[in-house]
Nanobody
């Protein structure tokens, strides 16, 4: 599975962005998908996960209620809708695919897209 993240950019605090992660390969729909982020000088952290069917989601406490993960398996795409953005959401966001626990290991990673939130 190859993944390509897009949709990052510069937004003011309180604004919204929608990230997309396009996957290749017919097996895309069999993978759970996660979003991670890495801020400058910090370790990569989990943001959200959605099961292969879209029926189960999990969010980090820091984004719960503000971010929504969704997927369209017909388009081989996963989305991360980010609302009420804060400066601390500034990071490179990565999508990844796995078949295990949402907080387990991920087999495939996209290249990342930069989100910058200005105060």
């Amino acid at each position: 599975v190859q993944l390509q993240a897009s949709g990052g950019g510069l937004v003011q605090a309180g604004g919204s962005l929608r990230l997309s992660c396009a996957g290749s390969g017919r097996s895309f729909s069999t993978y759970g998908m996660g979003w991670f982020r890495q801020a400058p000088g910090k370790e990569r952290e989990f943001v959200a996960h959605i099961s292969w069917s879209g029926g189960s989601t999990l969010y980090a406490d820091s984004v719960k209620g503000r971010f929504t993960i969704s997927r369209d398996n017909a388009k081989n795409t996963v989305y991360l809708q980010m609302n009420s953005l804060k400066p601390e959401d500034t990071a490179v966001y990565y999508c990844a695919a796995n078949k295990g626990s949402p907080l387990g290991s991920y087999a495939y990673w996209g290249q990342g897209t930069l989100v910058t939130v200005s105060s």
